[in-house]
């Protein structure tokens, strides 16, 4: 377990019963996360293409990021043994992050570019107002178990889960700024704001394993990366 003290983090061993209540927990958060991203993406991605909007479209892929690192996360856990599995799934995590920034950035830019001009979406709308309601808490449980657990995939993807909690709002604004007032831009810049926050987010999940620092602490931001004395970060 993880805790900060005058600016120092120390790990707290866990108990072999509190360690499997937390990653019994981490099992069930990423099922809600996965059955709710899955229906998430299929409703934005249907509606993004009916009305145009590369934001939606974005958001919709988003969405199937989100499946996809949390099924990195429930395959770690899966095993007795989940620390072996942690790197790969922090890297499942960042080339998603990557993938999804390259498509969304493109697709954006075409937009600007004239090539579509957005629609109005009152689906679009409501999808994006329940994601901004729902992925909050399941981001906190995520989070606060994963830290508790020491375990940098579990903070990464809860990381992913507070990235489509801020896309959800950003979303929405670009959507209803679109629906209201005409203004086909702002759905374009959502998109982009998407794919930037994916590149600064990928780059953070691919480093997310520093071997010199403990990775759930630099994750979630209560410990800074210690430079490399032996080189284990460049490998």
């Not at 120092?8 to 981490?26: C, F, G, K, N, W």
């Not at 493109?106 to 107002?129: C, F, K, N, W």
């Not at 590149?199 to 931001?221: D, F, K, Q, T």
Request: hydrophobic residues 55%; neutral net charge; contains cysteine.
């Amino acid at each position: 377990m993880l805790r900060a003290r005058g600016g120092a983090v120390t790990v707290t061993a866990l108990s072999p019963a509190r360690t499997e209540i937390l990653r019994r927990r981490i099992r069930i958060v990423v099922t809600i996360t996965i059955s709710w991203n899955v229906i998430e993406a299929g409703v934005a991605l249907l509606a993004g293409r009916a009305a145009s909007s590369a934001a939606l479209i974005g958001f919709g892929l988003d969405s199937l990021v989100e499946v996809l690192s949390a099924a990195a996360v429930a395959w770690q856990f899966a095993v007795p043994d989940h620390v072996r599995r942690e790197k790969i799934a922090l890297r499942v995590i960042a080339v998603s992050f990557f993938a999804l920034a390259a498509y969304v950035g493109v697709d954006a830019a075409l937009s600007l570019l004239g090539a579509r001009e957005p629609e109005h979406s009152p689906v679009g709308i409501a999808i994006a107002a329940l994601s901004l309601a729902v992925m909050p808490f399941l981001s906190w449980f995520e989070r606060r178990t994963g830290r508790e657990l020491g375990s940098a995939s579990a903070v990464a993807d809860s990381k992913q889960t507070l990235i489509c909690t801020y896309l959800s709002a950003a979303l929405l604004v670009g959507l209803v700024l679109n629906s209201l007032l005409g203004w086909a831009w702002a759905d374009s810049v959502v998109a982009l704001v998407i794919a930037a926050v994916a590149v600064r987010e990928g780059v953070e999940a691919w480093r997310g394993n520093a071997c010199c620092a403990a990775p759930a602490a630099v994750l979630s931001g209560e410990q800074e990366a210690d430079p490399c004395t032996d080189g284990c970060c460049a490998r």
